[in-house]
């Protein structure tokens, strides 16, 4: 990375004190005439201190803060000249200049500027190097261009320009017009030189709202610049300020090009942090300091933003600072007075003219701390706790929860996190399930499935918002979540802890003791510590006890959801992270050749269904924002080039997973193996037994791969019953799936009735990649019932237990395919040239738990082996009773079962209460 030198001549030559003031007075005339010359501006350097002369050549400056500085002469036909002057209080500096007018002409001067293109390219390139590159030099004009030549032996590595009459610019974004005696201007690949003397306008605000936007950019612009680096270092509040320094260590990698670009990897390897013991020390005369800054320095500003990132994980401005003599010499407010000796690099080198502020500015940092107090990052925490519906589970079981949110400033709820992540992660820390689920007002209920895969026992749970990594892992919600197989069994000598916090929970069961298939009946009441009802967001779990051995759970609702400590000069605009109020995916578009460019394309959603057209960048990026859909979608991409052939290549940028660590109060249940399977996973033997039917290429899907894999049945349209009802669609499909029957009250089988943990003994059912609500009390042939026959275009049987489906896959799947529309053959296909395919996954569907009622179920299992026994999520209690109740049966075991009532009241406070239902061994 090259270093610049950025010299304003006199630039920062000044020693402030306000509170003392003189005046500096005198005349200015013609050195050849010796008249008075009217109306010169006399101005003190980069500042907006300045006058005219009257008439007679006289001028005077009052209030002039003691220090030296250089005092500017300006005036047009004649060379400007600035003139070192020392101000005392209270005294009176008299200082009289002869001005030598040029000597040609004005006419002259704009006849000897060339104004071909060549002379403009070479402005272009001096508003880049002059003004700068940022959105400050984008609202700066220079209005008298004219006045700037370049000489004939101009060259890249050697750029040089000079200007006859001041530069006049005009600063938008601050609200300044700048005149810029230009005395010296030279850039090379090496460094830059900018020398000369400022003259500071302010400009008239048109309106109040452009007047307020003024001193926020000017504001914003001090905040982040050397001159505040340098004053806070002074007061000892850099690293308050969002500055951040760090040194190169001694035996470290010397060139940062040999670095990698991840900081935390770099962090005590190559850069260690910069923190010497005499820092800042009394400079030569009252008011003065010194800065001791020895070697490269590294500034990390972490309250910003930059599009240019040094590192993948510290996407702020980053500058590099070296000093000649590793001494910085500085004023009170930070103005540097050895300017020749510093050099910056990086993102402080790109700030030129235009981000310049007179040194006379006064920033308003006394409303900037009472909006800080308004923003402060600790009451705009945000933490989430999940209640699951068990401690722990067993392969391809589903895993039911709901995420409570609980906020430091209740009124800040509406505007914080919308997206809460949630991850499952094995004890070698690899992530094995992603998931993103909606929150809304406060909370999130969802649901995921556990592979059967899963072979150790050791995994965790862990859910976090982007907004919560600003405030680092300690704000995650973390908790075991051991899976175990059937022949596992999880070993506890001792009960959960029972404590409850001060909010009570009291329970009263409708009977002292329970049979087995039986129904149960809690009601319980909230209190607070004085006996009053207490209002709150609940859920509610109860689990069998020989499926699901209670034990001691380290990380609860009462514990789990406690606020980090955040010092009270944090705040957030030091944070990295933004928040997620809507789902944006990020892509990036390459060519043949690999390289990212700008291009149209086109994307196709859900098997070409939709369309929508978009365009990436110069680099090749892309974003599709305020996505919003459930479950797994295919998303197809496409570019097309000047002859309307696909081209190139789209890939999805993936966001980085934050590190994870074990926290210590975490601890494993001990898990035993047996060699007897915990369940009884009967098959009942067919209804019906079916006449053998050989059907031609059945395996064959005519679609693309689905979630399930291959199927074991396809079943076209022009071989089903479209005439008739539901009834005699599933007849023709029963005669075509072998081993498939329906009973008189149209309940389907394919897999001989296995009964799944809710009780539900029937195929899944699913339309167009969706799956449809399934459970006791709810028949396939309803959901089937839900098309019209003549729209179907294929019907896809699998008669295996599908693990991808989890527990809902027990008893095989139906899948419905439905017509895209009289044309089926879309203009592109999945093979197409240059067509790129992926498969986005959506949000987290809510959880689709049905409890199991014994009293309506018109088919009962053989065996009853359900692990959860009831699970609700949108359980609420009044304010003026506290009160709430929990109905379920009770399955085949004699074991006892447990309630856990847990979530948030009114003010935020958390809730937790458990019951012990004691079962009868006797039926």
């Known amino acids: 990375m090259r270093q610049f030198f950025f010299l304003l001549a006199s630039f920062f030559l000044i020693q402030l004190s306000f509170a003392q003031t003189g005046s500096i007075s005198g005349n200015v005339t013609d050195a050849q005439s010796g008249e008075p010359l009217p109306f010169c501006n006399v101005f003190i350097n980069n500042s907006t201190i300045s006058t005219t002369t009257d008439f007679d050549g006289n001028y005077i400056l009052n209030d002039v803060p003691a220090g030296e500085f250089d005092l500017g002469f300006s005036f047009m036909g004649y060379e400007a000249v600035q003139k070192t002057a020392s101000v005392k209080s209270g005294a009176q500096l008299t200082i009289n200049i002869a001005l030598v007018s040029f000597d040609q002409e004005l006419s002259d001067v704009e006849i000897k500027s060339k104004r071909d293109r060549s002379w403009e390219r070479e402005l272009r390139k001096f508003k880049n190097y002059f003004l700068g590159n940022d959105d400050l030099a984008a609202q700066s004009e220079i209005l008298n261009a004219w006045v700037i030549d370049f000489p004939e032996d101009n060259s890249n590595n050697n750029f040089r320009a000079e200007a006859i009459q001041p530069i006049e610019i005009e600063n938008s974004a601050l609200g300044y017009k ?258 993103k689920y909606k929150v809304e007002n406060g909370m999130a209920v969802g649901e995921f499935y556990l592979p059967d895969s899963l072979k150790q026992h050791e995994y965790y749970i862990r859910a976090y918002t982007n907004w919560n990594r600003n405030y680092g892992p300690d704000s995650y919600f973390v908790k075991t979540l051991p899976v175990i197989s059937p022949y596992d069994r999880v070993l506890s000598t001792e009960m959960p802890n029972e404590n409850q916090g001060e909010i009570q929970v009291l329970f009263e069961a409708d009977k002292e003791l329970y049979a087995q298939r039986e129904k149960v009946k809690v009601d319980f009441e909230i209190k607070d510590s004085e006996g009053r009802p207490v209002s709150a967001n609940l859920s509610a779990s109860v689990r069998d006890t020989y499926y699901a051995t209670p034990y001691p759970e380290n990380v609860t609702a009462l514990n789990g959801i406690e606020f980090v400590n955040v010092p009270d000069h944090i705040t957030p605009e030091k944070f990295t992270y933004p928040l997620e109020s809507a789902w944006t995916v990020e892509g990036k578009f390459v060519n043949d050749k690999g390289k990212g460019v700008s291009a149209p394309f086109t994307v196709f959603l859900n098997n070409y269904e939709g369309t929508f057209d978009l365009e990436s960048d110069k680099d090749g990026s892309f974003q599709l924002e305020e996505m919003e859909f459930y479950g797994p979608m295919d998303f197809a991409f496409m570019a097309l080039d000047k002859k309307g052939k696909g081209y190139g290549k789209f890939e999805l940028v993936e966001k980085l997973n934050p590190p994870f660590f074990v926290p210590s109060h975490l601890t494993m249940p001990n898990i035993s193996q047996t060699s007897t399977s915990i369940f009884d996973y009967s098959v009942e033997e067919e209804l019906v037994q079916l006449e053998e039917i050989e059907v031609e290429s059945q395996k064959e899907s005519t679609g693309p791969l689905a979630i399930y894999g291959r199927a074991d049945h396809v079943v076209k349209s022009e071989n089903l019953n479209r005439n008739g009802t539901v009834m005699d669609l599933l007849m023709s499909l029963k005669a075509q799936v072998p081993g498939m029957s329906v009973t008189v009250t149209q309940e389907i089988r394919i897999r001989g009735g296995a009964a799944s943990s809710n009780l539900s003994m029937e195929p899944l059912v699913m339309i167009d990649g969706s799956a449809m609500p399934s459970g006791a009390g709810v028949l396939a042939a309803n959901n089937i019932a839900t098309v019209n026959p003549n729209d179907i275009d294929r019907i896809e049987v699998v008669s295996r237990m599908s693990s991808m489906m989890g527990d809902l896959g027990r008893n095989g799947i139906i899948a419905i395919y439905l017509k895209r529309g009289i044309n089926q053959a879309p203009l592109f296909s999945s093979d197409s040239p240059g067509m790129s395919n992926m498969l986005i996954e959506g949000f987290g569907m809510p959880s689709n738990y049905v409890p199991f009622d014994y009293a309506t179920a018109e088919e009962v299992p053989d065996k009853d082996e359900r692990v959860t026994l009831y699970w609700n999520p949108y359980m609420v209690t009044e304010s003026s009773t506290g009160k709430a109740s929990v109905e379920f049966y009770t399955n085949d075991t004699s074991s006892p079962k447990y309630l856990v009532v847990e979530g948030l009241d009114t003010n935020g406070n958390p809730v937790r209460g458990t019951f012990l239902i004691p079962v009868s061994s006797d039926q």
Request: hydrophobic share 35%; charged share 30%.
């Open 178 to 435: 700048l005149t810029f005696d230009l005395k010296q201007f030279q850039y090379t690949s090496q460094f830059h030189i900018i020398a000369g003397a400022t003259r500071f306008e302010e400009m008239q605000s048109p309106d109040p709202k452009t007047r307020s936007n003024w001193e926020r950019n000017r504001l914003d612009t001090y905040l982040k610049s050397p001159a505040n680096m340098f004053r806070a270092m002074i007061e000892n509040q850099h690293n308050q300020e969002g500055f951040f320094l760090y040194g190169d260590k001694a035996g470290g990698s010397e060139s940062r090009n040999l670095r990698s670009d991840v900081f935390a990897n770099e962090l005590g390897n190559s850069v260690v942090e910069y923190k010497p013991d005499n820092l800042v020390q009394p400079g030569k005369r009252p008011g003065e300091y010194k800065i001791f800054l020895k070697g490269r320095i590294e500034i990390h500003y972490e309250k910003g933003f930059s599009n240019v990132n040094t590192y993948r994980d510290a996407p702020y401005p980053i500058s590099w600072l070296e000093v000649n003599g590793n001494y910085v010499y500085v004023n009170a407010n930070g103005m540097v007075l050895n300017e020749k000796d510093v050099t910056f690099s990086g993102d402080m080198d790109k700030r030129k003219v235009s981000s310049m502020l007179p040194f006379d500015y006064k920033p308003n940092l006394s409303d900037r701390l009472q909006r800080q107090m308004v923003k402060d990052a600790g009451s705009l925490q945000e933490k989430v706790y999940l209640h699951t519906d068990r401690a722990y589970y067993y392969q391809g079981e589903p895993v039911f929860f709901k995420a409570y949110f609980r906020y430091a400033n209740p009124d800040f709820r509406r505007e914080l996190s919308k997206i809460l992540h949630v991850e499952l992660i094995s004890a070698d820390r690899d992530v094995i399930l992603k998931k």
